[in-house]
């Protein structure tokens, strides 16, 4: 079966660091993978999806950015820090064309900046 | 462009009530319509999806859908709420051809005993 892990599931970090937050899925081969920020009040933005290794596309101008180094991996990464990334970082992923319109989510991470 | 509304931002509800959270969209193609949940920090979870065929859709946890093209809605209504549905509950769109999903800003149920 399939399974998403994300890490770390909290995480307090001091404006101006840097950032790293990891993804990964078990279980399929090429899904689309994403990333959704959830902000109090706001409910769950797309920030990043993926169809495939390399190929990233941003849903919104910010302060982050993401990757795709291997099928199954995708890391939502800053260089610096602002108070207005915390947030509540959920990945998630699914297989188009299955027809079935399924996403799966991670657990989430949530990030406080200080 | 798509968009999705969820007209309440918090639901109260004695247990054993009933229970519908509305939810509207906007689109200009054929859409996906789901239905997640999200219990205290942890991620979504997928209660009940309509693709196709029957408006009527049936879920987890007794939870049932109305998908309504003229009125533009997909609520959600469950005949009987226990303690433990309570939970943000989120309505989303997709056009089937990306599968990104559009969410509305969530409505929290509280059941009271």
């Known amino acids: 079966s399939q399974t998403i892990h994300q890490w770390p599931a909290t995480l307090v970090q001091p404006v101006g660091s840097p950032l790293s937050l990891e993804c990964t899925v078990e279980?399929?081969?090429?899904?689309?993978l994403y990333w959704y920020r959830q902000a109090a009040g706001r409910g769950l933005q797309l920030l990043f999806y993926?169809?495939?290794?390399?190929?990233i596309s941003s849903e919104v101008p910010q302060n982050l950015s993401a990757s795709r180094p291997q099928d199954r991996q995708f890391i939502l990464s800053s260089k610096k820090l602002l108070l207005s990334d915390s947030g509540f970082y959920l990945c998630?992923?699914?297989?188009?064309?299955?027809?079935?319109?399924?996403?799966?989510f991670g657990q989430g991470t949530r990030l406080t900046v200080v | 462009a798509q968009s999705v509304t969820q007209l309440d931002s918090q639901v109260p509800v004695f247990e054993e009530a009933p229970v519908e959270l509305r939810c509207n969209y906007s689109?200009?193609?054929?859409?996906?319509l789901f239905w997640y949940v999200q219990y205290p920090n942890q991620g979504l979870q997928l209660l009940l999806k309509?693709?196709?065929?029957?408006?009527l859709v049936k879920g987890i946890n007794g939870f049932e859908a109305e998908f309504n093209k003229s009125q533009t809605s997909f609520h959600l209504r469950k005949p009987s709420v226990h303690i433990s549905d309570t939970a943000e509950y989120f309505c989303?769109?997709?056009?089937?051809?990306?599968?990104?999903?559009?969410f509305g800003k969530g409505t929290k149920l509280t059941v009271n005993p």
């Open positions: 309509y693709l196709s065929g029957s408006t």
């Open positions: 993926s169809v495939g290794i390399g190929q």
């Open positions: 989303a769109v997709s056009d089937g051809g990306s599968e990104k999903l559009v």
């Open positions: 998630a992923w699914s297989v188009l064309g299955q027809g079935r319109g399924d996403t799966f």
């Open positions: 279980g399929t081969s090429n899904p689309n």
């Open positions: 689109s200009s193609v054929s859409v996906y």
